[in-house]
């Protein structure tokens, strides 16, 4: 029977293909036994190449330890390569303020994805099972939860496949029964003092004997459903994640307010989550506060932010959301000050810009339509011309008056966090221009210049905006 039904598992949900190497965790109890000698059965059927992982998780001291030796007899009867780990997890869990079942979680799964790397392999299999599937939908419902939680244990996730999820756990006792396979038992499995333990050996049966004896099925079934609409959510909150997005890099993700503004909250909530996961691929430390805390600075005025897990910062400019791995975007920490000379080109690696100052008679087109330009009066120009970042308290005489760079900043709405990518020519300490911006006012051609000097910008390499 188990075999049947994983072999359909494994179809199904297309979880093994032909010419991988699989590492497979075992713990030396009959789930990731079965597992293991299922997986052996057909690795010359599938072509695999099996690597097994034991964790000694040291807290069941002699026990522990004859676990350890058990699994490594049964892997070199079968002639396949085991990596054993040694962690102490009640240390690993009081030192990290961990339940010792999240500590035991986190360092076994830590050991799964080296040994993948470690061997260059492509999937690492776990004996999760049904009766496992309807103890964990139950954990989630009492933590709370949403249609993802209750869509219960992935058959897939990432590197991460469970062949066994469909086969309860009496076919996995029978599989080992019929294949004359020893197993150990954890002695820890039958004491209530873990919530898994409590609904496995306490919950589960009263439930099954006072109110419905198919509670694990139904269980099951309910998370399929939840997991099919789980997924087509998830689709359509991406498709509108990629109409929101206005920039995107290694060190922060933009997103257009406006367009956040009108979504259904249901998809605003999905499409925040997985702006986060860009930066933060496990979410479990983000929870419903934290995203509302983001929808609320979606309402509130401009420079609100709020700080997330895994130092992840949130915050709003005019019409846009910035989600940053750094508190203050790069931007803002940029210095320069370049000396521009004539008809020498410079390359500002701060701001990625070109730079070329050249003069040239107004009737001569020379310049091409894809860059910035600007000209100026070169009559007026003096003293040697600096090409810097802006600067507090910096001012400009525009449009017949004196006034601040940071309010004309505020004026044309564009963010603290781009202000530097504006770059400043200056002849002397005097502000000449903005450049991409505009000219100060003594510094405009006139119609009796002949001769101008001209300014060009151009980045080096185009990146999205």
């Not at 776990?126 to 009492?142: G, L, P, S, Y």
Request: charged share 30%.
């Amino acid at each position: 029977m188990l075999e049947k039904i994983a072999r359909e598992t494994i179809r199904k949900h297309v979880l093994i293909e032909k010419n991988e190497h699989i590492v497979v965790g075992v713990s030396g109890g009959a789930d990731s036994i079965s597992l293991l000698y299922f997986l052996y059965s057909i690795k010359e059927e599938y072509n695999l190449k099996l690597t097994t992982v034991h964790i000694n998780h040291c807290m069941r001291g002699e026990e522990s330890d004859e676990d350890c030796i058990f699994v490594k007899k049964f892997c070199d009867k079968l002639g396949v390569e085991l990596k054993v780990f040694n962690f102490d997890i009640n240390k690993k869990a009081k030192e990290e303020s961990l339940s010792t079942e999240e500590a035991g979680r986190k360092y076994r799964y830590k050991a799964f994805e080296q040994v993948l790397k470690e061997n260059n392999a492509q999937k690492i299999a776990i004996a999760h099972n049904k009766d496992d599937n309807a103890e964990t939908i139950i954990m989630r419902f009492f933590r709370g939860t949403g249609a993802r939680g209750l869509s219960g244990i992935a058959y897939k996730r990432g590197t991460i496949i469970r062949p066994l999820l469909d086969c309860y756990r009496k076919d996995i006792e029978k599989f080992c029964k019929d294949n004359n396979l020893e197993y150990r038992q954890d002695s820890t499995n039958n004491l209530n003092i873990y919530t898994r333990n409590k609904i496995r050996l306490d919950l589960l049966p009263y439930i099954k004997e006072e109110f419905n004896p198919n509670i694990v099925e139904n269980l099951t079934n309910m998370a399929s459903i939840f997991s099919d609409e789980e997924k087509f959510l998830q689709d359509l909150a991406k498709k509108e994640l990629d109409k929101i997005i206005l920039f995107q890099d290694e060190n922060k993700i933009i997103l257009d307010i406006k367009k956040l503004d009108i979504l259904d909250g249901v998809i605003l909530k999905r499409v925040l989550r997985l702006s986060i996961r860009v930066f933060n691929e496990n979410l479990n430390n983000i929870s419903i506060e934290h995203i509302e805390s983001i929808i609320n600075i979606i309402k509130n005025q401009t420079g609100k932010k709020i700080n997330l897990p895994n130092n992840i910062y949130v915050f709003k400019e005019y019409d846009k959301i910035i989600i940053s791995k750094k508190s203050k975007c790069v931007e803002n920490d940029i210095k320069y000050n370049y000396e521009i000379i004539l008809d020498e080109k410079i390359y500002i690696k701060e701001i990625n810009k070109n730079i070329l100052l050249t003069k040239y008679d107004i009737n001569t087109q020379i310049f091409s339509t894809k860059v910035c330009t600007i000209s100026l009066n070169c009559d007026t120009i003096k003293d040697k011309l600096f090409l810097r970042q802006r600067n507090a308290g910096d001012r400009v005489y525009i449009n017949g008056m004196t006034k601040k760079l940071k309010n004309i900043f505020i004026d044309l709405k564009i963010p603290a966090s781009y202000r530097n990518l504006y770059p400043i020519l200056v002849n002397e300490n005097d502000i000449i221009s903005v450049l991409g911006l505009f000219v100060c006012d003594k510094y405009k051609p006139n119609k009796h210049n002949n001769v101008f000097l001209h300014i060009w910008e151009e980045e080096k390499n185009v990146r999205r905006n």
